[in-house]
């Protein structure tokens, strides 16, 4: 699944493209991907977009008319963005649009299978489009007034920004008097927003603890954080930053909004590498993996204490 870094890959590749360009037209594709589309989704038709955000790996994208079109990539999702050129050297002719339903994508040797699972294409004024692609359909479109952001189901409940001023002061409240392995409490959107399961096991190794800890323990009794605690919270805002620097990984086919794949993955320390050596100097260990909630948790036993 796109983690932090991957979907604020993909919302700066999609200010660069799309913010500022009216939306002349949306193709739409099938009913839904994890639910259903917005009844009033083709209604963005003739509406410009004034920013593009993130909150956690949500993509939340400002209209001109005080709407936010709301996107999660789920497990395969991606936008490839083709500008006028482009889209007029390999787009066949717009024959049908909204009402019509167009059955197949005319960029599936550009998007890949064949362009059976380009679900929305976001046609605008000048000749761009941006096309949406999601093989497995985990992901989520939603269209909601800006004035219901605050109570939107899928964000109320989210917890701080890794980006943000966030601190281990801030982790600590979250996780005192937590019985819960510290490994499961930083994939509670809760927690932390964005962490995720990968950069979750990149970051309890570089900070040495074990995924099995208990999250109180990192918690003194006066409620301060641990020093061990305050060394993970820098490791977790350094690992996101080197992967945003790196484009992301390329786990599950992530793609950046040109195409390109991210190179995070050939710098994971733990994460994959079950029965290879540890990668820390001076360890000696062999990474181990073990299921904590139905996920996969990559780890040495040697120096993860």
Known sequence: MPELPEVETVRQGLIQGIQGKTIADVLIRREGLRYPFPDDLATVAGCTINGIRRRAKYLLIDLDDDRVLLSHLGMSGRYTLFDSDEAKANAKPLLKTVNGGVPVSSFGDLTGHGGKHDHLEFVFEDGARAVYTDP???????????????????????????FDPWDANALAARLNGRRTAIKLALLDQKTVVGVGNIYACESL??????????????VKANGEPTARLEALVGHI?????????????????????????????HQFAVYGREGLPCQKEGCGGVVRRLVQSNRSTFYCPSCQR
């Open 136 to 162: 497995r359909r985990f992901g989520i479109i939603d269209l909601f007034p800006a004035t219901a952001e605050a109570e939107h189901p899928l964000l109320v409940a989210l917890g701080p920004e890794p």
């Open 205 to 218: 190794h570089r900070a040495g603890l074990s995924p099995r800890r208990e999250a109180k323990g990192l």
């Open 237 to 265: 805002k350094d690992v996101l930053n080197e992967a945003l620097e790196a484009g992301g990984s390329t786990l599950n086919d992530f793609a950046a909004v040109d195409g390109t794949l991210g190179y995070f993955a």
